[in-house]
């Protein structure tokens, strides 16, 4: 299926494809956001990250940018996966990939990062993305996906680290 097509029926993680959302999907979008986010306050001891903190009119705000695109995973129906992607000319920005709790390690995150170059334009050479410093796994996802870290930087009680991939 491609993935700018539509499949909310699929019953199971393996039926599930990656799925483009739309500004009518920020409610639900922003739920997951903050379920997946609540680990990561906990692993940084920092309840005031952006993405909790984003209130519905900030998002419904981003979703309207043209160059910010959201894709997702629904499973029965229900959103438990997704990631938002900026493009600014050449470089493409993964930000906000959210696994819901009890989905994780389902391979969620991979295919999501899987699915990033077969939905931007084919001019991005280079694809960005970034985590806290606490956040083994997913900085181990995201090598093992061929992104490697370009630098940190200091947010006082802990690093965000910047990871990057040059598409072939």
């Not at 931007?120 to 796994?137: C, Q, Y």
């Amino acid at each position: 299926m491609n993935p700018r097509e539509s499949d909310s029926g699929a019953k199971s993680v393996n039926d599930a494809d990656v799925v483009e959302l739309t500004i009518t999907d920020a409610g639900e979008l922003l739920t997951l956001q903050r379920a997946a986010y609540v680990t990561e306050a906990q692993l940084h001891d920092d309840v005031s990250l952006p993405a909790l903190t984003q209130s519905l009119l900030d998002l419904l705000t981003e979703l309207s940018n043209s160059a910010v695109h959201a894709w997702g995973i629904r499973v029965g129906g229900r959103l438990v996966a997704s990631m938002r992607i900026r493009v600014d000319r050449d470089v493409a920005e993964v930000m906000r990939l959210v696994v819901a709790p009890d989905m994780q390690g389902r391979g969620m995150g991979t295919r999501l990062l899987a699915a990033v170059d077969s939905v931007i334009p084919e001019n991005v050479t280079r694809v960005e993305l970034f985590t806290g410093e606490r956040s083994v796994a997913n900085i181990r996802l995201y090598e093992r996906m061929g992104y490697r870290e370009i630098r940190r930087r200091d947010t006082g009680p802990y690093d965000l680290v910047y990871l990057a991939r040059y598409r072939d």
